[in-house]
């Protein structure tokens, strides 16, 4: 019998009602002795793709224990509640099975045992279908942190039967990268869904295409080393290529957010008919038309 004395929390909830506080206290009333972190709850509402990436890009960094992942629009209806365990079960990502939970299983080596979240002694009595989180998961976190056996959750599920996640795929396009912005942080850093090192070769500028504008992005290693309204690419945090500026929002100076298109190509000898913004596609992964 394992216990875990960490929850992590992601949701899409955000703090203006009560939903984030009610389920803690649903997980507390099981497991007092548990400590809570709250990832985040600002995910967009809705937003599952932009949710499994942010468990995903967290997840090698997450303390072992139980992650309480939910963003969940197909609440109560024939979409399955489940619990994996990873890390030879260390670790145990409950939420929908929706694709949320995909991205993070993957980058942590993989699902274990799956259990489907039905056992109805570790659920609470709801009168609705639309609060799972505080009717099934949070209740099967608080469980296991109190000590359940993982199997007395639910019975098994085929791993290969979970619903994957769905990340958009960059190519090679006429000498350049069709690529799309994964994510856009609260100071306008875009994250694309390209591998640093696919325009290495490339030199120290690129054309970032957006709209059929062009604009070069100069690559540098920290956002100290760009000038006032110039416009950069460097490795972020998670070792994944980003536009950038200095304490400035590249999203604005492009006008674009978290799944626009961008299309990157290399500045060659033609440097002055690169000098207005333009468009980048980015995603996870490449593939070569």
Request: aromatic share 6%; net charge negative.
């Amino acid at each position: 019998m394992s216990s875990y004395d960490t929850v992590t929390l992601l949701t899409d909830f955000g703090t203006e009602d009560e939903f984030v506080g009610v389920i803690k206290s649903v997980i507390w009333s099981v497991a007092p002795h548990v400590r809570i972190v709250d990832l985040c709850h600002e995910v967009a509402p809705f937003d599952v793709r932009g949710g499994g990436l942010m468990l995903a890009r967290s997840a090698q960094y997450l303390c072992p224990g139980v992650v309480l992942a939910v963003v969940d629009p197909g609440v109560g209806t024939a979409r399955r509640a489940i619990a994996v365990e990873v890390g030879g079960g260390q670790s145990v990502l409950i939420g929908p099975d929706n694709g949320l939970l995909a991205p993070a299983v993957a980058m942590v080596g993989g699902a274990g045992r799956v259990v489907e979240l039905t056992n109805p002694e570790v659920q609470l009595s709801a009168p609705s279908g639309t609060f799972a989180g505080r009717d099934v998961f949070a209740p099967a976190a608080g469980h296991l942190c109190a000590g359940l056996s993982f199997e007395l959750l639910g019975p098994a599920v085929d791993a290969v039967s979970l619903l994957p996640g769905l990340m958009p795929i960059s190519r090679d396009e006429d000498g350049g990268i069709e690529s799309e912005v994964l994510w856009a942080d609260r100071y306008g850093n875009l994250q694309l869904n390209v591998d640093p090192d696919e325009v290495q070769a490339w030199g120290d500028q690129v054309v970032v295409v957006v709209g059929g504008r062009r604009r070069v992005a100069r690559r540098i290693r920290t956002f100290g080393e760009l000038r006032t309204g110039e416009l950069g690419m460097l490795v972020d945090s998670y070792g994944l290529a980003a536009l950038v500026a200095n304490r400035s929002s590249a999203g604005a100076e492009l006008a674009i957010a978290a799944g626009d298109q961008v299309r990157l190509e290399p500045l060659g000898d033609d440097a002055g008919a690169a000098d207005t913004v333009g468009e980048v596609i980015v995603s996870f992964g490449r593939r070569s038309s």
